[in-house]
């Protein structure tokens, strides 16, 4: 009877447990595909790199929906992991690092959101041989990306650097030749000097290049990287001025050639395979070329009359420097919520943030969180559906719901994103290919993967 009562006893306890997982469970999915629908009014899915999941191969482990720094960008569906908001996915690659099984492969967006993309190989090079293109115009966002790839693409070029020398002993031709010193510039310019190559960088602004215009104290690195002559870079977080003058230091430390204020106007190559690259400044010749551009080129304008005042500004450095102003900040991404929250917080500043949509789309998660306190709170007043008509002298006119509003304004930030470098890349001759990265990716992690190999990590986890 002892007996009995006590196997009851476990039985209950068991099957509470047992309800209360499912109930979470159910509770955890009906979420997911809330998120999923939301995901789905926002956006047609990822636009750059992003997740990959071989349902044949997730266990439903759920290791990877906990790592994501962006949010719910993956959630439990059906018991495996699936893509729920890829709008705010921008290639941590955190989940396919931390998936047992290796069911996670990193890839490209679907053909149709790559066809503004120029065709890349697997070592970053173009259509046109040893001229690569590394970092955000590749179709890669984060710095930690970058700073891979230019020093991957280095590699890759040094590995072939002594065919590439062969027959050539005329002098003043550069190994490579790096257009851009921003993240991926500078990783390949120090992977550069690593591997005993002979190279120029070429910036037309300043060392940092985008990160350079970051707003003061923005966050640019949330993970570890490795960086060329100083190895791993082990702190998690880092900000906009950490991360320059760490540059500054190690440029500093070794033979760093740069040009500054130098913007590149073509690239040709010759019959001889040699690179001749022009500048406002000169030409350079260059065995190979790498291309660390930023994406977003030239900012674009509204069309707006009166957008030609000089009140009207595309970006923003120093929020510190505007106080007890009437503020208009335009757009719905990061950019544009980071400044109105600066600028909000600086004294006797009055800010309003207009954007076309109904709601914020592609904003970080802790952006998502702070910019909903700073409405919360009064700090920021955000007027969706709503688009400027006309930019006064000491007033903005903003659309929104058919009526028209009058606000009292001294400056406008303008964040309505920026129009890439194509025409240049075609211009030179690269090719933009409708490539079926996710479909590549695909099958080439099933030739790396054996069947087998993934029975016995099935088993031994289940």
């Excluded at 600028?343 to 076309?356: E, F, I």
Aim: proline share 4%; hydrophobic share 40%.
């Amino acid at each position: 009877m002892e007996t009995l009562l006590s196997f009851v006893f476990a039985a209950g306890i068991t099957l509470l447990f047992v309800r209360h997982y499912l109930a979470d469970m159910k509770k955890k999915e009906s979420l997911a595909q809330e998120a999923a629908k939301k995901g789905k009014v926002f956006s047609e899915g990822p636009k750059a790199q992003h997740p990959h999941i071989d349902s044949n191969y997730c266990i439903g482990c759920a290791t990877c929906t906990a790592v994501c720094p962006e949010g719910d960008v993956l959630a439990m569906v059906g018991g495996k992991a699936a893509i729920v908001n890829g709008y705010k996915c921008i290639g941590h690659a955190l989940c396919a690092e931390v998936c047992p099984v290796g069911a996670i492969t990193m890839v490209l967006a679907s053909p149709s959101m790559s066809a503004d993309l120029p065709a890349l190989s697997a070592e970053y090079e173009t259509s046109i041989d040893n001229l690569f293109i590394v970092g955000e115009l590749g179709g890669l966002a984060l710095i930690k990306n970058a700073i891979n790839q230019g020093r991957e693409c280095m590699d890759a070029i040094a590995g072939r650097i002594t065919a590439l020398r062969s027959g050539q002993s005329e002098p003043g031709i550069y190994d490579v030749v790096i257009i851009g010193a921003g993240p991926a510039g500078i990783s390949a310019s120090l992977r550069g000097l690593e591997r005993k190559l002979n190279c120029l960088t070429i910036e037309q602004d300043e060392v940092g290049g985008t990160v350079s215009k970051y707003p003061r104290q923005k966050l640019v690195m949330t993970t570890p990287v490795e960086i060329p002559l100083h190895g791993k870079f082990k702190k998690s977080e880092l900000t906009k001025e950490e991360l320059l003058a760490f540059w500054k230091e190690i440029l500093q430390r070794n033979p760093f050639q740069v040009h500054t204020g130098e913007k590149v106007e073509d690239i040709q190559k010759g019959p001889d395979g040699i690179f001749s690259v022009t500048s406002a400044k000169g030409q350079y010749r260059a065995r190979s070329v790498v291309m660390g551009l930023g994406r977003a080129g030239a900012p674009k304008k509204l069309g707006v009359k009166g957008e030609d005042l000089p009140k009207v500004m595309y970006r923003l450095i120093e929020a510190d420097h505007y106080i007890n102003k009437k503020i208009l900040v335009v757009g719905g991404g990061d950019s544009a919520v980071e400044a109105a929250m600066g600028l909000a917080h600086q004294k006797g500043n009055t800010v309003t943030l207009s954007y076309r949509k109904e709601a914020f789309a592609r904003i970080k998660q802790r952006n998502t969180q702070r910019i909903e306190e700073c409405t919360r709170t009064g700090k920021v007043r955000v007027i969706f559906n709503s688009n400027p008509v006309e930019f006064k002298e000491n007033s903005v006119a903003l659309e929104s719901g058919g009526a028209t509003q009058e606000i009292p304004n001294d400056f406008v930030w303008i964040f309505a994103g920026g129009e890439p470098p194509n025409a240049f890349l075609k211009k030179i001759g690269v090719s933009f290919g409708d490539r079926d990265m996710t479909r590549e990716a695909s099958d080439e992690a099933r030739l790396r993967q054996q069947p087998a190999k993934h029975s016995e990590e099935v088993g031994a986890l289940r």
